[in-house]
């Protein structure tokens, strides 16, 4: 049997093993809508994980003949790059480079990554990145990500025998999304890379996650756009009644009110129930620490610890810490809430570079990695913060 065929079989596998779980999942779903109205936000969150890996399957599987060819040379190219990472020696991956039609050692510097430090390093960024867990992510091959959206269409109702007539198109948003060089430069010794035993790219990962997750969360929330993604914080954030596309709505806060719960509830009720379903909300450990404290009207606590490994959950929905939100202060808009995976859009340049540079700090191996990533709103109708 050969290397094509068994990768095929598995293929299937797996794409069978993951429409199982998604049935389950949407078993669970429909469950939940008969007996309560409305599904659980964890289950739809559920769901949509295994719809996105779903469909990355289906489109592996309706690409057999390039998959094939992908495999002719993968033990040859981490071969190359192993070596190169070791020892310096760029022949292999150079030539492999030129092959792939990758440019090799150019403006940019160093030699495109091979696939599996891409995913080794995005794997480390999902699970160290509160932003990366609950936005959207896409895969791109451009410097500049674009996506058209539409803004409503007009409708009629007819009968059966009348006359349609073209329905007008209120209008189209063409949103870009470029990407900012992200860079980390760790250092290793020479017996880490002689030693054969030790994992040369899961310790690049390693090391680079940490300093590429930290930059990565605060431009996702305050980031100004320029050479970096530009975060939800710096868009116009106006009062909800004077929302429009383009800008991010606000309803007030002031937790110095006796009915701070209830500014809470109203922050709740300001998206439009489309997107309440999967929403969570999202604020830092310092704001969590206030709201936890919050009474209703009754005397309950909103606030309920998580159980049996659940999130905790604030007036029944989840709530993500992420460290870059503002503290709550005046002007401030310290607590998000909605459905960030319709609302945020982070795109991920595939190809991360190294350049290794055994010279500038002798007798340590430096190791210039880069990774580029672009973020924005792709909905501003998803998502709503208080301002206090």
Known sequence: MTKETKAVKADAAELMAVFDSYRQANDTRLAEIEKKGASDPLTDERLARIDRRLEALSLKMARPDAAAASDTEPDERREAWTRYLRTGDESGVARLDVKSLNTG??????HVAPPELDRLIEARLLAASPMRQIATVRQTSAGVYKKPVGLGAAASWVGEEAARPETAVTGLDLLTFPAGELYAMPAATQVLLEDAYADIDAWLADEVESAFAAQESAAFVTGNGTSKPKGFLSYDIVAEASHAWGKVGFVPGDFTDADAADQLIDLVYAPKSQFRTGARFVMNRRT?????????????????????GEAATLLGYPVTEVEDMPDIGAGN??????????FYLITDRQGARVLRDPFSAKPYVLFYTTKRVGGGVQNFDAVKVMKF
């Open 105 to 110: 050692t150019g403006s940019e510097g160093g």
């Open 333 to 342: 808009s310290a607590i998000a809430f909605g459905d960030f995976r319709r």
């Open 288 to 308: 969590v620490s206030a709201v936890r404290k919050l009474k209703d009207s009754d005397g309950r606590y909103v606030w309920q610890p998580g159980t049996g």
